[in-house]
């Protein structure tokens, strides 16, 4: 029961930061002590390989972030309710706090965990935070959800966005600390094989880290970011889509950056608040309709003759960058290694995967849920659908990207391909030896091989999409 002494506990999930967090926020208003509490149930236990190795480095560091705000960081595994009803008892909590989420499975269990604490008079409240808009506020004239991106940015561009909430002075901690797991036990990077010391360079790890990025970005980078974001030979974007999958920097600090970029007359800074709003596009959709997440957002493309099987040789030699296409190839490489892809990357393979193999896109999906670190349920899935052309808002089938000449557009001095290809080079870049350092010894993949011909001709594939898609009976 709650009294004016008995504690609030914070149950972290993607939010991992202690700035502009309202729930944190507003548990440290009450004066009572706080709880910190991260819970490892299925839907953790369930992530993909990096994603997964990549949520315990974060939780790691978070933790180190409230024991330097005289806090703790509690780590309890199995069902949220039957943990949080431990944790109850053993503490006299009287509220839980956590901040929404918006995929299905988590709405189902939050929603099932809060009603079950009131039913025991406990406080239960969610917060916002992991997005500006929530996507129940943003309608369309006739009261219906947006279905296409620029008449959503419209909507909301001149919105006013939540200023973000300085990080609580202090958090006060209980008379006497529950138990805790320790992460070690856990094994978050079980599942990353030989990866995980080769993309570990890679990340950019906990909230200052990203705070340092985004002010960096906005110094530097933002104004010339309307061509620098096509570059992915180039530092042109502002890397932070693993910070905000996990929420160690919020969208609103973010916006309020770019807002005074903009202000500043910094050319790029609109087009980097566009990004951010295709963040929050991503879960409008995904909160009114679901089964984004599952299957063709366009039904009528159930009937289209996908492949599905994700052995295929094709699918195979896309997962592993052997495709002979030397941008869908580089790009599936710089996944492995760093655990991200640059966007134009991603747009390059998803649509050599649907159009020119013409796999089913979920099989691309699936995969990046494994790779990638910046792992967003929304984002992954719209861009797939995106991609494929059976979402909403998708580039249409019929514009396939041609890996060749977007390769002349985007990295017309080839050195986007040579840091990530090895084969045929004698003196390959050390990025591009340190794939084969993280991929499995299975593969049977060295350095000195040759290199692939392509297993599809950029124009064969793109005629095999159109006849396919010409032939389709919806
Ligand atoms: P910036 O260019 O700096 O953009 C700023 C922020 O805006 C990003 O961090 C991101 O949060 C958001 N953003 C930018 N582009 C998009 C977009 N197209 N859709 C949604 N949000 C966007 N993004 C993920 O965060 N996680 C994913 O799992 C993911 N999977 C994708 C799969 C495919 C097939 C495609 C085509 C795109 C995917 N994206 C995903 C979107 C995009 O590629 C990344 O957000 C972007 O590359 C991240 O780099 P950045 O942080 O430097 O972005």
Known sequence: MQDSTSPVIIWFRRDLRLCDHPALHAACETGRPVIPVYILDDLAEGLGAAPKWRLGLGLERFARSLEAAGSRLILRRGDVL???????????????????????????????VKSTLKEDGIEARSFGGHLMFEPWTVQTKTGGYYKVYTPFWKMVRTRIVDAPLPAPKTIPAPRTWPNSDRLETWQMGAAMNRGASIVRPHVRLGEQAASDRLACFIDHIVAGYDASRDRPDQDGTSGLSENLALGEISPHRCWAAGMRALQDGKAG?????????????AYHLMHHTPRILTGNWKEDWDAFPWNTDPDTPEA???????????????????????????????????????KHLQC???????????????WDPASNAIGWQWSAGSGPDATPYFRVFNPVTQLDKFDPQRA????????????????????????????????????PAAIVAADVGRKRALDAYEHRNF
């Open 82 to 112: 039957k943990v949080l009803s431990d944790l109850i008892r053993e503490t006299g909590a009287g509220a839980v706090y956590w901040s929404r989420l918006y995929d299905p499975d988590s709405v189902a269990r939050d929603t099932r």
């Open 269 to 281: 800074s609109e087009t980097f608040l566009k990004e951010l709003v295709w963040r929050e596009f």
């Open 316 to 354: 195979i030699a896309w997962k592993r960058g052997r495709t002979g296409m030397q941008f869908v190839d580089a790009a599936m490489r710089e996944m492995y290694v760093t655990g991200r892809m640059h966007n134009r990357g991603r747009m390059i393979v998803a649509s050599y995967l649907t």
């Open 360 to 374: 089913h896109w979920q099989i691309g999906l699936k995969w990046f849920e494994d790779c990638l670190i910046d």
């Open 416 to 451: 986007y391909v040579r840091k990530w290809l090895a084969e045929g080079l004698s003196k390959p870049s050390q990025a591009a030896l340190s794939y084969f350092d993280a991929i499995p010894k299975s593969w049977q993949m060295a350095p000195s091989d040759a290199y």
